[in-house]
């Protein structure tokens, strides 16, 4: 299992350099940018090739719409507000091709109880995702990366930005739920995102992945 990791990110590695190489020859750039655009080109490719082995389980699985809808929120407030990092891309690869797919089937799972409760608990639910969310973008948001210290300002851009996608997705998901706009199919991978996403801001949440990185530790292959 190690060496299969290691032979991919090199692989990966490897790509982003001829990348870089070739446009830093076309546009005559220093050492200085074409390093810069490797780095760029191999956080292009490494989440083309995630989001490429997580979409290929979910349509072997059945459940590819309920998977890209988790992807769609979840990466859209993570890019904002930032979430907890595995060390190397190899953990983040193979955590995001395992626990992707696994929301995405307990979504297409709860789906049938969810819409078995009344509508009142229909909304009860809803709106402590809702309250659990916005309490973690509040509280948590933007959850730094220690090579890459934010400014006061942008913290505060940051936070903003994140809070009003985070409403408008929660705006979704309730009108999803009612069948108002958009199919009633979307609210629960939806809120299955939220919720993925606060854990990923609150301490609780790092705490749980630190066991787990202690237990397989190949996520973190260097």
């Not at 349509?59 to 998977?67: F, H, K, S, V, Y």
């Not at 505060?156 to 930005?161: P, V």
């Amino acid at each position: 299992m190690h060496q299969f990791f290691k032979e991919e990110m090199v692989s990966l590695h490897k790509l982003a350099e001829l990348s870089a190489g070739f446009l830093a020859k076309r546009l005559q750039l220093d050492e200085e940018k074409r390093e810069i655009i490797s780095y760029g080109a191999f956080v292009l490719i490494q989440n083309l090739f995630t989001l490429t082995i997580v979409a290929a389980i979910a349509a072997l699985a059945g459940i590819l719409r309920e998977t890209l809808v988790i992807v769609l929120v979840f990466g859209a407030l993570r890019v904002l507000g930032g979430g907890i990092h595995f060390q190397t891309a190899a953990g983040c690869i193979v955590t995001s091709a395992v626990v992707l797919p696994l929301l995405g089937f307990a979504s297409a799972v709860l789906s049938s109880p969810f819409y078995s409760v009344s509508a009142p608990g229909q909304a009860f639910l809803l709106a402590a995702i809702s309250i659990f969310s916005l309490a973690a973008i509040l509280l948590f948001v933007p959850k730094e990366h220690q090579n890459h210290p934010l400014s006061g300002e942008r913290k505060k851009i940051l936070r903003r930005s994140t809070l009003a996608v985070g409403c408008i997705f929660i705006a979704v998901m309730f009108c999803s739920a009612s069948g108002f706009i958009f199919s009633r199919a979307e609210a629960v991978p939806v809120g299955m995102a939220l919720v993925f996403q606060s854990l990923n801001l609150v301490p609780a949440g790092e705490i749980l992945v630190n066991r787990v990185k202690g237990r397989f530790g190949f996520i973190e292959l260097e």
